[in-house]
């Protein structure tokens, strides 16, 4: 059995081209549309890694990775953050909360799978 992905976004035509695309490519793959959503189900499924959107209703992605990381039980489970936020204030946002990797809109779905893949492959959080 593949790696278990959840793919956190609130448009859900890009989730289906994600989710679709990890399936493909092996990955057992759940799927949340908004940020209370996603800290739900890393708590509950327990996921080896997280595809996060910043840009969301209610909690955004950078609060949403925050909240991951506080948390001993989610600290150290990868996440990529995927956003249309391409300013340099942005990135450096998403690397200070603590993103394994940032990813900009527009992307292929295959980047996703390579940045899942690579980020799978990388060492543990320290």
């Known amino acids: 059995m593949g790696n278990r992905v959840l793919v956190v976004d609130d448009h859900a035509p890009m989730v289906d081209l994600i989710e679709d695309a990890l399936i493909r490519a092996g990955f057992v793959v759940s ?7 996603c800290l739900r189900k890393v708590i509950a499924d327990k996921p080896d890694l997280v595809v ?5 209703p209610g909690m955004d992605g950078y609060q949403v990775l925050r909240e991951l990381r506080r948390r001993a ?6 996440v990529i953050l995927l956003t249309v ?3 340099h204030r942005d990135v450096v946002q998403g690397w200070m909360a603590g993103a394994s990797m940032y990813l900009k809109k527009p992307c292929s779905p295959e980047e996703v799978v390579a940045a899942v893949r690579q980020a799978l492959a990388a060492p543990a959080r320290a």
């Open 31 to 37: 799927t949340a549309s908004d940020g209370q959503q």
């Open 52 to 56: 996060l959107d910043v840009v969301m």
């Open 73 to 78: 039980e989610t600290a150290d489970v990868p």
């Open 85 to 87: 936020c391409r300013e």
